[in-house]
């Protein structure tokens, strides 16, 4: 698939249907043992929540910096 193609798929519009129906689906299980694992690393390696804040706070420091204008 071509970057043009992407493009028109990233930017394209979505109906409240298909936005509804994304919502509404049931999450694999899968998915949902990784989002789950995620959360015990994250809280694990920043068990407070100062912690998890000076975290986000140096990560959109990070990102403001590497976002083009």
Do not use: C, N
């Amino acid at each position: 698939m071509g970057s043009e193609a992407i493009d028109r798929l990233i930017g394209r519009l979505v109906t409240k249907e298909e936005v509804r129906a994304a919502l509404e689906a049931d999450i694999e299980s899968v998915e949902r043992e990784d989002v789950l694992a995620l959360v015990k690393w994250f809280t694990t390696r920043y068990p407070t929540a100062e912690e998890r804040l000076a975290y986000v706070r140096q990560a959109y420091a990070r990102w403001q910096r590497h976002t083009p204008d």
